[in-house]
C-alpha cells in the first residue's frame, strides 16, 4: 500500500524509470477503486432506484418514472416541498442577516483576538448537531426557557404556541444551528477586500457609511451568496430538526424522504425524492457559486 | 498668513509608531501647480508624508497647513485631494466608468453630469473605447490611466501619486512618466509625486524632495539636487560622483577652497551660504561629476589631479574611467567621457591628469 | 454628523454579542441542569447535585453506544487518512487520469445532503447483500469525512515546493525513501490535524448513521433516541460531557491546522 502510495505520489525522474508501465494504471486503480465502489456505485444505484415500483413490499426491477409523475401530481407532496424551499430560503436569508455584522465584526479586529473569536464562532459547528438540537428545543419549548422569561418579563401572560413544535421552531432552530455556516465565507470574502480599496473610497470623497454600500457590501457579494447557499443546502437536507422540534404541523422535504424508508417502506418513491433534492441542491451550490465566475475578481 | 503660490505646508511634522520614528521634524511646502517628488529609498518615510497628507494616517507632532489650517483631523473623504495608490487599488466590481465616476457619484453628481465628466476624463488619459471594461480585463498601463482618470476628474487641488509606476516595466515606465508630467500640464494642477527611482525623479518633477532615514535631505530642482548637492548622502545618491574627502580653507565669497590629501581643490560656493559660512578647518566633501572631469594636460580648469588609470569601462554612449590619485593612494576618481567608435585611446596603467573646473566643484560637509 | 459612526460599531458589538448568546447560551441549559434534579419536567434548583453523573457511569446502553463510536470513529479516521493522502498523492502525481472526476466523486457525499448519501449507501448495502454492522457505519463515515481528510491533505501537499522532491531525488533517494523522508514529515501535522477532524465529525455524524446502522448505535443516534423521550437529567449529563469532549477536539485540530502567522497574530498599520 505505502509504497504504492509513493509511486503514485511523486514524479519519476528520468534517471529512475517506472520498473514496468503497469505501475501508473495500479495507482490510478488504487485511488479510484474505493470512491468508485462506495460513492458512485450507491449513487448510481439510488439513481436507478428512483425509476423502480414497489409492489406489496417487494422492489419490482422494472423502470418507470410513475414516482416522479406521483410526485408532481399528488397534492400532498409538492406544498410540502414548497413549504421546505420556503422555509430553508428563510433560513438562508436569516442567517446571512445574523452572521453579516459578526463577520464584519471580526474583521475590524486585529491579529490573534481576530482569530480567536473567529474560532470560538466555529467551534459550535464541531459540536453534536442532535445535542444542538435538544439545546434550542429545551428553550423553544411550552415549558421553555423563552417562554418562561417571556412570562417573567410581563410581555405575555400565558405560554406562546407561536413557537412549539411547528414550522416556526424548525426555522428557528435551525437558524441558531446553521448561523456559525454562514459567518466563515462571508467573513472570508470581507477578509479578502484589500484595505487599499476603502481608502481609495474615502480618498474620492466617499462616507462610511457610502464606502460600506459600495464597495463593502458589493465585493463580499460572493462570500454572501455562498454562505446562502451552503446554509439552505445544509437546511433542506435535514430531518433531524423538524422532527425533533417540528412536531406534527411541522412536516418538511426531508421527513418525507426519511418516512419512504420507514413507515412507510417505498424506497423506489423516497429514491425518487431523494432525486430532486439533489437537484435542488445542485441548482442552489451553483448559484451560489455564480456569481464569482462572472465579475471582475480581486487580485 | 498664506504666502502667495504655497498650496500646502508642512511644519514640524513628525511620525512614530510606538517607540519606533518614522518622520523627524519634517518641514515642507507644496507649491500650487508645481510636480514635486519626494525620493527616497525603501525606509525613508517617503510614503509616510504622503500618508498623512492624504490622511491614510495621523501625524504624531507638528501642522499640515492647508489654506493656514490644520487638517490633521480633517477625515480622508472631505480633504481636496485625490490618490493613485501604488497598487491602484481600483473597484475590482465597477467597470472602468464605474471607477472614474466614483467620486462624482458620491457626492451625488446628476448621472448626465457624471457621464459627460467621465467620457472627458477617459478621453485625456486616452482610453475613451474602454468605459464598459472592468479592471481585471485590463493591462497594467491601462489601470494605470484609469486610476490617474479616477483621480482628476474631481478637480482635486492636489494629487497624491504613491509610486504609481513601480509595477510597469521598464518600457512602459518611460512612456507614462512623459504621459503623467504632460497631463499634469495640461490639467495645471499640483502633483506630488513619491518615488525611490531616482531617474524617474528627475525626468519628471519641478522640484525633488529627498529623503533619508525620516528626514528631508534636500529639496531643490532636479538640477540642484544633482550638481549642487547639500549633503553627502544626496551626493552619492543620484549616479556616479566623485567625492574628496578635506578640510575646508578659505573663502572669498565665490569660491573656496578645501585641502585634501590630492592638493588643495577649488570649490564653487555661490547659492551655497552655509559652505561658504562653515567654519575654516572642518571637515567636508569636494563633489564633481564624472562627467566635469577633462582628461589631459592641455585642457583648462583650476583643479588638476595626476592619477593612474585602472580600469576603462565601455557603457555605450560613455566610457567611464576609473583611476587612482597618485598624490593619494587611498583615492579613487571617476571620468566619464564620450565613447568614440575606435574605441578608448585610455588603457589601464595610463598615467594622466583629470581636470576639474572649480565652477563644476562643489562642498558637502563632511 | 458622525454620529453614524460612532453607533454603527456598538451595533456591531450588540449583534455580536447577541450572536454568542445564541451560539452558546442553549448549551448553557442542559449542562447546568444536569447538575440538579428533575421531576415533573421541571428542574428542581434546590439541590445540586452528581447522581446524574454517577447513573450515566453505570448506564449500559450508553456506555456500549461510546464504545461503539469510539470503534468507528477510530476505523474512520485510520481508512480516511490512509486513503485520503493516497489519493492527495495520486492527484499531485504528473501521470494522474482524469483528476476533476476523482475529485467531484469525493466531494459527493460532502456537498450532498447526508439523507441522501444515507440512502445510497443503505439501497447499496441492501443490493449487494452486506449486513448492516459497525463496518457499514464505518464505511459511511469514511466516505463522509474523506473530503475534508482529502482536501486538508492536498491542500499541505500542493503548498510544498516541487523541488523538495527533486532535490531527494537528486541526492539519490528511491521513491520510498523520498515519500517517508521528505513528503511524510511534511505532511505529519496536516494528517493529524485532518484525523482529529475526521475523528470529531465521525462523533457527531448522526443521519448516515441512523440509515446505514445495525442493530449497534453510536452515542448521538443513543442520544436521539434518548431526547425523543424528553428532558432528563442522564441525557443532560451526557450531553455536558460530549460537549467538553468535543470542544477539546476542536481547541486540538485548530492547534494543527491553524497557520502559524494567524496564531502569532498579524499587525499592519
Known amino acids: 500500500m505505502s509504497s504504492r502510495v509513493a509511486d503514485a505520489g511523486v514524479e519519476a525522474p528520468a534517471a529512475h524509470p517506472s520498473p514496468s508501465r503497469l505501475v501508473p494504471w495500479f495507482a490510478a486503480l488504487a485511488a479510484y477503486a474505493v470512491p468508485i465502489w462506495f460513492v458512485l456505485a450507491p449513487m448510481a444505484l439510488f439513481l436507478g432506484y428512483s425509476f423502480f415500483s414497489v409492489d406489496k413490499g417487494n422492489i419490482v426491477f422494472t423502470p418507470t418514472v410513475a414516482n416522479y409523475v406521483r410526485f408532481f401530481t399528488d397534492p400532498v407532496f409538492l406544498p410540502i416541498f414548497w413549504r421546505t424551499c420556503l422555509l430553508c430560503l428563510a433560513v438562508a436569508v436569516l442567517c446571512v442577516l445574523f452572521a453579516f455584522p459578526v463577520a464584519y465584526f471580526l474583521t475590524t479586529l486585529r491579529g490573534r483576538r481576530r482569530y480567536v473569536l473567529l474560532v470560538l464562532l466555529l467551534v459550535p459547528l464541531l459540536m453534536s448537531y442532535v445535542i444542538k438540537i435538544y439545546a434550542v428545543r429545551s428553550i423553544l419549548g411550552g415549558n421553555g426557557m423563552l417562554n418562561r422569561a417571556l412570562l417573567a418579563t410581563g410581555l405575555i401572560d400565558k405560554p406562546s404556541m407561536l413557537f412549539v413544535f411547528n414550522l416556526n421552531a424548525v426555522l428557528l432552530t435551525l437558524t441558531v444551528l446553521l448561523i456559525p455556516f454562514a459567518v466563515l465565507p462571508i467573513f472570508l470574502s470581507l477578509e479578502r477586500i484589500p484595505k487599499a480599496l476603502r481608502h481609495a473610497s474615502a480618498d474620492l470623497g466617499a462616507s462610511n457609511a457610502q464606502t460600506f454600500w459600495r464597495v463593502t457590501v458589493p465585493l463580499s457579494l460572493p462570500g454572501t451568496l455562498s454562505a446562502m447557499s451552503f446554509v439552505f443546502v445544509l437546511a433542506i437536507g435535514d430531518f433531524l430538526t423538524p422532527q425533533m422540534v417540528g412536531g406534527q404541523s411541522g412536516f418538511t422535504f426531508g421527513r418525507i424522504i426519511y418516512s419512504q424508508f420507514g413507515t412507510a417502506f417505498n424506497w423506489p418513491f423516497g429514491a425518487a425524492l431523494s432525486v430532486i433534492l439533489a437537484a435542488v441542491v445542485i441548482i442552489a451550490i451553483r448559484l451560489g457559486g455564480r456569481v464569482e465566475s462572472s465579475r471582475g475578481r480581486i487580485q | 498668513m498664506n504666502e502667495a503660490g504655497v498650496l500646502l505646508k508642512l511644519r514640524s511634522v513628525s511620525k512614530s509608531y510606538g517607540a519606533t520614528a518614522i ?17 527616497g529609498p525603501s525606509g525613508s518615510g517617503k510614503t509616510t508624508i504622503l500618508r498623512l497628507i492624504g490622511g491614510f494616517t495621523k501625524p504624531s507632532g507638528g501642522e499640515i497647513l492647508l489654506d493656514g489650517r490644520d487638517i490633521a483631523a480633517m477625515p480622508i473623504n472631505q480633504r481636496p485631494f485625490n490618490t493613485v495608490f501604488q497598487d491602484y487599488a481600483l473597484f475590482p466590481h465597477l467597470t472602468v466608468e464605474g471607477n472614474v465616476g466614483y467620486g462624482l457619484a458620491v457626492r451625488g453628481t446628476p448621472r448626465a453630469e457624471i457621464a459627460k465628466r467621465v467620457a472627458d476624463a477617459l478621453e485625456l488619459v486616452q482610453l475613451g473605447p474602454l468605459g464598459k471594461r472592468f479592471p481585471a480585463q485590463l493591462s497594467g498601463g491601462q489601470r494605470q490611466r484609469v486610476a490617474l482618470a479616477r483621480a482628476i476628474i474631481c478637480r482635486p487641488r492636489l494629487i497624491l501619486l504613491d509610486e504609481p509606476l513601480a509595477a510597469l516595466d521598464v518600457e512602459l515606465r518611460r512612456h507614462m512618466q512623459s504621459f503623467l508630467k504632460s497631463i499634469q500640464t495640461e490639467i495645471r494642477t ?6 525611490h527611482d531616482q531617474e524617474e525623479a528627475i525626468a519628471m518633477a519641478d522640484r525633488i524632495c529627498v529623503m533619508n532615514g525620516g528626514r528631508i535631505q534636500q529639496i531643490g530642482s532636479p538640477h540642484e539636487v544633482y550638481y549642487r548637492p547639500s549633503c553627502e548622502f544626496v551626493a552619492k545618491f543620484f549616479g556616479e560622483n566623485n567625492l574628496i574627502p578635506g578640510t575646508l580653507g578659505p573663502t572669498d565669497g565665490k569660491t573656496r577652497s578645501i585641502d585634501t590629501a590630492a592638493g588643495r581643490v577649488i570649490c564653487a560656493v555661490d547659492g551655497q551660504p552655509d559652505m561658504a559660512a562653515a567654519p575654516e578647518g572642518s571637515p567636508a566633501f569636494a563633489v564633481c561629476r564624472p562627467e566635469a572631469v577633462t582628461i589631459g594636460d592641455d585642457a583648462a580648469g583650476e583643479n588638476r589631479f595626476p592619477v593612474s588609470i585602472g580600469q576603462v569601462a565601455f557603457a555605450g554612449a560613455s566610457t567611464m574611467a576609473t583611476a587612482t590619485a597618485l598624490d593619494d593612494p587611498g583615492l579613487s576618481l571617476k571620468a566619464r567621457m564620450p565613447s568614440r567608435p575606435g574605441g578608448a585611446s585610455l588603457r589601464p596603467g595610463d598615467t594622466v591628469t583629470f581636470v576639474v573646473p572649480a565652477s563644476t566643484c562643489r562642498l558637502v560637509p563632511a | 454628523m458622525r454620529l453614524a459612526d460612532r453607533i454603527a460599531p456598538a451595533l456591531l458589538v450588540l449583534m455580536t454579542l447577541f450572536v454568542f448568546i445564541l451560539l452558546y447560551g442553549p448549551l448553557m441549559v442542559p449542562i447546568v441542569s444536569s447538575f440538579f434534579t428533575v421531576s415533573h419536567g421541571a428542574v428542581d434548583w434546590s439541590q445540586p447535585t452528581t447522581s446524574a453523573y454517577v447513573a450515566l457511569a453505570a448506564n449500559e446502553g450508553v456506555l ?15 481508512c480516511s487518512v490512509v486513503l485520503g493522502t493516497g489519493i492527495a498523492l495520486y492527484y499531485t502525481s504528473p501521470n494522474a487520469k482524469g483528476r476533476g472526476f476523482l475529485q467531484f466523486i469525493i466531494f459527493l457525499p460532502f456537498l450532498m445532503p447526508p439523507i441522501i448519501t444515507g440512502l445510497a449507501l443503505l439501497i447499496f448495502f441492501r443490493q ?51 515519500f517517508r523522508l521528505v513528503l511524510l514529515p511534511n505532511l505529519s501535522s496536516a494528517m493529524v490535524g485532518a484525523a482529529v477532524l475526521a475523528f470529531a465529525l465521525s462523533f457527531d455524524e448522526t443521519m448516515i448513521t441512523l440509515l446505514v446502522t445495525g442493530t449497534q448505535s453510536t452515542l448521538p443516534v443513543r442520544l436521539w433516541a434518548m431526547m425523543r423521550l424528553g428532558f432528563t437529567p442522564d441525557i443532560n449529563a451526557l450531553v455536558a460531557l460530549v460537549l467538553l469532549f468535543t470542544t477539546a477536539l476542536c481547541l486540538i485540530a485548530v492547534r494543527f491546522l491553524m497557520p502559524k502567522s494567524a496564531v502569532a497574530g498579524s499587525d499592519e498599520d
Request: glycine residues 6%; charged residues 15%; negative net charge.
Open chain 2, 23 to 39: 518622520l523627524h521634524d519634517i518641514d515642507l511646502d507644496v507649491r500650487d501647480g508645481e510636480f514635486i517628488t519626494i525620493l
Open chain 2, 190 to 195: 499640483t502633483f506630488l509625486f513619491v518615488t
Open chain 3, 64 to 78: 456500549n453506544a461510546l464504545w461503539t463510536t469510539l470503534v468507528v470513529g477510530s476505523g474512520a479516521v485510520v
Open chain 3, 128 to 178: 449487494v447483500e452486506f449486513e448492516r454492522s459497525l463496518v457499514t457505519i464505518i464505511i459511511g463515515h469514511t466516505v463522509f469525512v474523506l473530503a475534508l481528510v482529502y482536501r486538508t491533505i492536498l491542500t499541505r501537499l500542493q503548498s510544498l515546493s516541487g523541488s523538495l522532491v527533486e532535490a531527494s531525488y537528486d541526492l539519490g533517494a528511491s521513491r520510498w525513501q523520498t
